[in-house]
């Protein structure tokens, strides 16, 4: 893998009210220009760390690749201040991607950009098939997973502008932590880490330090993924695509206090 860009970089600023100059530390974000086959998909701005992860975890969730078995290689190239993933996937997922191909322009704050049509968005998820163990999920062991993930937001520490996506067992052990400046970002690297190691398919939830989109929603419905716990509330969007879905929803997940909404 080429050698990537920092993904904190130092700044000058003054700090008031004492006006004293001191360097800080600041997000770096990115153009990561996503590749496939050698035809450009998408270009995101991200944090520029855990690519490859990030690029394995946008084609599951954004259903471009059925599996990981469709991906055969996965590369990254950087060049200044942007970055470059390309992914040799199946013929098959390829030229499903050409006949449906949009152009995209990701943004930190947008999971939809450049779609060109209404029916692109594809908003009616197929019901997951169900989870027992999810039915026995609680308040307390949603937020004590929650609780455990600042900790291990290592770079938001040091910049104070990164989401995160993290990985919790039934148990609400947390076991994985990824970090993005954008939430969709955050969680398509949760989603590749996950996938690279064989274990999206285990029981377990994702918690995120944000509210719950349409999107996040959307991507964990694709994968599977049983419940998905933010820190701030979702859209009645989100909450409609979940229901539909049979994803369990949670949000203002702030001790001692949880909401479910679905």
Same mark, same amino acid.
């Given at each position: 893998?080429?050698?990537?860009?920092?993904? +904190? +970089?130092?700044?000058?600023?003054?700090?008031?009210? !004492?006006?004293? !100059?001191?360097?800080?530390?600041?997000?770096?974000?990115?153009?990561?220009?996503?590749?496939?086959?050698?035809?450009?998909?998408?270009?995101?701005?991200?944090?520029?760390?855990?690519?490859?992860? #990030?690029?394995?975890? #946008?084609?599951?969730?954004?259903?471009?690749?059925?599996?990981?078995?469709?991906? =055969?290689?996965?590369?990254?190239?950087?060049?200044?201040?942007?970055?470059?993933?390309?992914?040799?996937?199946?013929?098959?997922? #390829? $030229?499903?991607?050409?006949?449906?191909?949009?152009?995209?322009?990701g943004r930190t704050g947008?999971?939809?950009?450049?779609?060109?049509?209404?029916?692109?968005?594809?908003?009616?998820?197929?019901?997951?098939?169900? $989870?027992?163990?999810?039915?026995?999920?609680?308040?307390?062991?949603?937020?004590?997973?929650?609780?455990?993930?600042?900790?291990?937001?290592?770079?938001?520490?040091?910049?104070?502008?990164?989401?995160?996506?993290?990985?919790?067992?039934?148990?609400?052990?947390?076991?994985?932590?990824?970090?993005?400046?954008?939430?969709?970002?955050?969680?398509?690297k949760l989603l590749g880490? +996950? *996938?690279?190691?064989?274990?999206?398919?285990?029981?377990?939830?994702?918690?995120?330090?944000?509210?719950?989109? =349409?999107?996040?929603?959307?991507?964990?419905?694709? +994968?599977?993924?049983?419940?998905? !716990?933010?820190?701030?509330?979702?859209? &009645?969007?989100?909450?409609?695509? &979940?229901?539909? *879905?049979?994803?369990?929803?949670?949000?203002?997940?702030?001790?001692?206090? !949880?909401?479910? =909404?679905?």
């Open positions: 893998m080429a050698e990537l860009p920092p993904p +904190l +970089l130092p700044h000058t600023v003054r700090r008031f009210p !004492a006006d004293i !100059a001191e360097t800080d530390q600041i997000a770096a974000e990115v153009p990561v220009a996503l590749v496939f086959n050698g035809i450009s998909h998408a270009v995101m701005m991200a944090t520029p760390q855990d690519l490859e992860a #990030f690029a394995l975890g #946008f084609a599951l969730s954004e259903g471009i690749l059925d599996s990981v078995a469709d991906c =055969y290689g996965i590369e990254v190239q950087s060049s200044g201040d942007a970055c470059e993933v390309q992914l040799d996937v199946s013929s098959r997922c #390829f $030229q499903r991607l050409k006949e449906r191909r949009r152009s995209l322009a947008c999971g939809v950009c450049g779609i060109d049509s209404l029916s692109a968005l594809d908003l009616e998820p197929t019901p997951m098939p169900p $989870q027992a163990w999810a039915a026995q999920l609680q308040a307390t062991t949603v937020l004590q997973a929650l609780q455990a993930m600042p900790p291990l937001q290592v770079l938001n520490a040091a910049c104070g502008s990164l989401h995160a996506a993290g990985w919790a067992t039934p148990e609400g052990v947390l076991t994985d932590v990824l970090e993005d400046v954008g939430r969709h970002n955050a969680l398509d880490q +996950l *996938a690279q190691a064989g274990r999206l398919g285990e029981p377990g939830f994702v918690v995120m330090s944000s509210r719950a989109s =349409y999107e996040l929603v959307r991507k964990c419905a694709r +994968l599977n993924v049983a419940a998905l !716990a933010t820190i701030s509330a979702p859209t &009645a969007l989100a909450i409609r695509i &979940a229901n539909t *879905a049979g994803l369990q929803l949670w949000g203002l997940c702030r001790d001692p206090r !949880a909401v479910r =909404y679905t």
